[in-house]
């Protein structure tokens, strides 16, 4: 700031006496008045301008140094933010790919589905049998979450949840022959398809919603003393899905 204020009053006596000196208005004594009030003004403030110029370098070098620093300090912080914004947009990301992969496993876990006919190839009656037996349903047409055993003719639940089950039936008719199956849970008969009639040919269907745990078993048994056709035709069918989990 001293440095300034000398420069200042240089540039003023400067100035003044340039004017003067056009007008012709000044006189030696005046002029030599002047020079002295100039000098005296300097030597307040510094002993000759060049030391008011080194100290003005002086505080430009160190108001460069300053600056310098900041603009350093801006960097590293300017550095340490787009780190910090990088990592947390790989952990969002991360998270929501996560989160992605384990919906779509749940949903193709809880994807469950089965149809098939009882014969595979051919035509002809299944039964009578003297006791209850297990049907095969062995023409699978659909199959998925592989729950259902074509060789056992058993559904097995993977989910816990709620279950759509369907037979239908398709027999010869006959006076000491019926044709009845049951849709059976666990060892338990729970819904029957039944015809009964002297001649021609009988249908029957039924369906059944079941709550099953995992592990619980579902499947078909023709009755004793019954039985069931099938052909190419794919009459008699034994069918179920997942309606959704729980």
Same mark, same amino acid.
């Given at each position: 700031?001293?440095?300034?204020?000398?420069?200042?009053?240089?540039?003023?006596?400067?100035?003044?006496?340039?004017?003067?000196?056009?007008?012709?208005?000044?006189?030696?004594?005046?002029?030599?008045?002047?020079?002295?009030?100039?000098?005296?003004?300097?030597?307040?403030?510094?002993?000759?301008?060049?030391?008011?110029?080194?100290?003005?370098?002086?505080?430009?070098?160190?108001?460069?140094?300053?600056?310098?620093?900041?603009?350093?300090?801006?960097?590293?912080?300017?550095?340490?933010?787009?780190?910090?914004?990088?990592?947390?947009?790989?952990?969002? =990301?991360?998270? !929501? @790919? /996560?989160? *992605?992969?384990?919906?779509?496993?749940?949903?193709?876990?809880?994807?469950?589905?089965?149809?098939?006919?009882?014969?595979?190839?051919?035509?002809?009656?299944?039964?009578?049998?003297?006791?209850?037996?297990?049907?095969?349903?062995?023409?699978?047409?659909?199959?998925?979450?592989?729950?259902?055993?074509?060789?056992?003719?058993?559904?097995?639940?993977?989910?816990?949840?709620?279950?759509?089950?369907?037979?239908?039936?398709?027999?010869?008719? =006959?006076?000491? !022959? @019926? /044709?009845? *199956?049951?849709?059976?849970?666990?060892?338990?008969?729970?819904?029957?398809?039944?015809?009964?009639?002297?001649?021609?040919?009988?249908?029957?269907?039924?369906?059944?919603?079941?709550?099953?745990?995992?592990?619980?078993?579902?499947?078909?048994?023709?009755?004793?003393?019954?039985?069931?056709?099938?052909?190419?035709?794919?009459?008699?069918?034994?069918?179920?899905?997942?309606?959704?989990?729980?």
């Amino acid at each position: 700031m001293k440095s300034l204020v000398c420069i200042l009053l240089l540039l003023e006596t400067f100035v003044f006496a340039v004017q003067q000196q056009l007008d012709g208005g000044l006189s030696e004594n005046v002029r030599a008045e002047t020079s002295t009030d100039s000098k005296q003004n300097c030597q307040l403030c510094f002993p000759d301008i060049h030391a008011a110029l080194r100290e003005l370098t002086t505080i430009v070098t160190e108001q460069k140094a300053n600056i310098r620093a900041l603009e350093t300090r801006l960097k590293e912080q300017q550095t340490f933010i787009l780190k910090e914004l990088n990592k947390k947009n790989e952990e969002v =990301s991360n998270l !929501t @790919l /996560s989160q *992605v992969e384990k919906l779509r496993k749940e949903n193709k876990d809880s994807q469950i589905a089965f149809s098939a006919a009882l014969m595979q190839s051919g035509g002809g009656h299944t039964g009578p049998f003297t006791t209850d037996i297990t049907l095969t349903y062995k023409n699978v047409f659909t199959n998925i979450g592989n729950a259902y055993n074509p060789i056992s003719g058993i559904f097995t639940a993977p989910l816990k949840g709620a279950y759509m089950f369907r037979i239908s039936l398709y027999g010869s008719g =006959s006076q000491s !022959t @019926l /044709s009845t *199956v049951s849709i059976v849970k666990n060892g338990e008969r729970v819904v029957v398809a039944h015809g009964n009639q002297a001649g021609g040919v009988v249908n029957s269907s039924n369906g059944v919603v079941f709550l099953l745990e995992v592990g619980d078993i579902v499947y078909v048994s023709l009755w004793s003393g019954a039985w069931i056709y099938d052909n190419q035709n794919n009459h008699s069918t034994f069918s179920g899905y997942l309606l959704f989990p729980l």
